[in-house]
């Protein structure tokens, strides 16, 4: 509350504060009213002032109110350019937006030994670092320790600013030109030392517990999530999902711990029974089940469908083609289940309800084409990459998703839609990754009522339209960007990286999914997955996952487990460690 020179003059800054010299120095005109309005001398006073001037200050500094010339010029530019790429101005932006980043943080260690009154740091005698000197050590320290405070607002804020313009350009090269998948890797930019050990805590504040915190903190940790701003997303949840508690722990209303998977219980011990879900017209009492004629099913070579006849007693299938579609579900919402056992008869209607809607004569869902028998079972997952390449449409099934009408929806129906999407259960199933990334040609989302938007009209809306702060998101969840080319083969490193953190029920199939999305052989453990590579990256000999145990008949010793995705910083600069492993033997 006080610096040598106020001392001086027995004065505080909440003394400059009340009589107005602090805010006509440092505040746009419109709010220094708000800070010279009358409060008590008393502690309890002053502090609450200050409690309730914070936000606002930061809101009204001269240095966030206005814009930067720099980021006004790339204003400008993005507005000459549209959607057009331009892959040299991106990686001078990326450069320019690095460099931000960096002085950041060179900023801040240079304050804090300011303030520690550490000096060894500017002995070099070069005009430049004794300027340095003079400018952190002055001889006149009256309102110094505020100087610096607003100086390092103002980088922050360019710099904010400035990663989310670079994101909304490479963002809307990529959802209008689907070719151009080799610009997701321009977003991920270099991060900031100071954000790093901020926990989700911090971002979600006192959100609603409806939030799986598992699933905000997959969001958070993406590799470009560093720098983004989550507050809108949060805010669109919360009003949508006001008043609900949590769902991640049985019996509870409180959310999981988001430290890894294992800690929600919607992944390890609350899967719900098979097929407990029912169209919204259905009589419950009156349903029955609609099983499988196998016979039709062994006819037809893979990749099998079931063909859409509402009227069939028996589910009987054709070969899936580019007139199937293709539904991806979350089987803890209700639609689990095998064709032997049957699916209820309300949803196999549905499904062709929904499959007449796009002009499909067949659907696929996993419950109706994926059989308990070991031998068929193996042949329909592996056909599954085909299945959502070549299918007409991909159609995403959740509960949480299908709770927001889109009937004359406006924008921010779209941002509320998209704030749902991110942290939905079906964005953090490992099943549903492949099916996304696979699918991502022509993906849909099943809403109220049955209506549904594609997933790419949805996200152009969100970025022609709404707010730049929501369509960034996309950088966290890059592989909801469309692509045309969605059937060919993922670094291994990726795949392991999004695998990390996203849950299968049973066992090995994480295995499973990282060699289709990698376009291998379905392999049956993680032997096979890496004796299948003719080479592999130095990054995983660095790695820190455990090593598979007892299996010598390979040269190189390796395992594949699910680790809390880690972060370490050297020298300022993020280290990204892949959760997967090997050594020489």
């Known amino acids: 509350m006080s610096n040598s020179a106020l001392f001086a003059k027995k004065q505080t800054i909440w003394d400059g504060i009340k009589d107005g010299r602090w805010p006509t120095r440092y505040l746009v005109p419109e709010a220094r009213s708000y800070f010279q309005s009358a409060h008590g001398d008393d502690a309890a006073s002053v502090m609450q002032g200050l409690e309730e001037m914070q936000d606002n200050a930061w809101d009204n500094l001269f240095v966030t109110s206005f814009v930067d010339t720099n980021n006004m010029i790339f204003m400008l530019k993005i507005v000459d350019l549209g959607h057009q790429p331009n892959y040299n101005f991106a990686l001078s932006f990326q450069a320019y937006v690095n460099l931000l980043g960096e002085l950041v943080d060179q900023y801040g260690a240079l304050v804090d030994a300011a303030k520690f009154g550490t000096q060894e740091i500017f002995d070099d005698l070069a ?11 002055p001889a006149v320290l009256d309102e110094h320790d505020q100087n610096l405070s607003v100086l390092k607002a103002y980088l922050w804020t360019v710099w904010q600013r400035s990663v989310m313009l670079f994101f909304y350009y490479v963002i809307g090269v990529r959802l209008w030109h689907e070719s151009l998948s080799t610009w997701d890797s321009l977003l991920a930019i270099r991060g900031m030392g100071r954000l790093v050990d901020l926990d989700a805590r911090f971002y979600r504040g006192d959100s609603t517990q409806y939030l799986c915190n598992w699933a905000f903190e997959l969001l958070r940790t993406s590799r470009t999530s560093l720098a983004l701003d989550f507050r809108r997303m949060i805010k669109l949840f919360d009003n949508h999902f006001r008043g609900l508690g949590g769902r991640c722990i049985k019996d509870s209303e409180s ?3 988001g430290d890894v998977p294992e800690t929600c219980q919607r992944f390890t011990g609350a899967e ?6 029912h169209a919204a017209t259905c009589d419950v009492g009156s349903c029955t089940r609609i099983t499988w004629d196998e016979t039709s099913y062994r006819q037809y070579k893979n990749p099998r469908a079931v063909i859409a006849n509402g009227l069939d007693d028996v589910l009987r299938y054709c070969t899936a083609s580019s007139n199937t579609i293709a539904i991806s579900h979350v089987w803890s919402h209700g639609q689990g289940g095998r064709p032997e056992d049957g699916i209820n008869v309300c949803l196999h209607k549905r499904s062709c309800k929904l499959a007449a809607a796009f002009k499909c004569n067949s659907y696929w869902i996993d419950s109706s084409c994926i059989p308990d028998d070991l031998q068929l079972r193996k042949e329909a997952i592996m056909s599954i990459n085909q299945i959502f390449c070549d299918s007409k ?15 004359h929806a406006s924008v921010a129906d779209f941002e509320t839609l998209l704030s749902i999407l991110l942290v939905c259960d079906w964005g953090v199933r490992a099943w549903t990754m492949l099916e996304a990334i696979r699918g991502s040609r022509s993906i849909h989302i099943l809403c109220a009522g049955d209506q549904t938007v594609q997933l790419v009209e949805l996200l152009r809306t969100v970025h022609r339209a709404g707010n730049v702060d929501m369509v960034v998101l996309l950088g966290s969840a890059q592989h909801l960007l469309p692509a045309s080319n969605s059937n060919t083969a993922k670094p291994i490193e990726e795949i392991g990286h999004l695998l ?4 299968a029920s049973r066992q090995n199939d994480e295995i499973v999914i990282w060699g289709l999305v990698s376009n291998m052989k379905a392999p049956g453990d993680v032997v096979q997955l890496w004796k299948a590579r003719e080479r592999v990256a130095t990054a995983f ?18 395992m594949w487990t699910r680790l809390k995705f880690q972060i370490s910083t050297t020298n300022a ?13």
């Not at 005009?127 to 050590?137: D, G, H, T």
């Not at 449409?393 to 009937?407: E, F, G």
Request: positive net charge; proline residues 6%.
């Open 541 to 558: 000999l660095m790695s820190s996952a455990p090593r598979i145990k007892d299996f010598k008949a390979c040269g190189l010793f390796m």
């Open 272 to 277: 719900a029974r098979p097929q407990y879900m």
């Open 500 to 503: 990390s953190q996203r849950h």
């Open 127 to 137: 005009p430049s670092v004794q300027a340095l000197r003079a400018a952190f050590f």
């Open 393 to 407: 449409v991909t159609l995403i099934s959740d509960r949480d998703l299908q709770s927001m009408s889109i009937h």
């Open 573 to 585: 600069s993020n280290t990204w460690v892949w959760p997967i492993g090997m050594i020489r033997n």
């Open 255 to 257: 959310t999981c711990k």
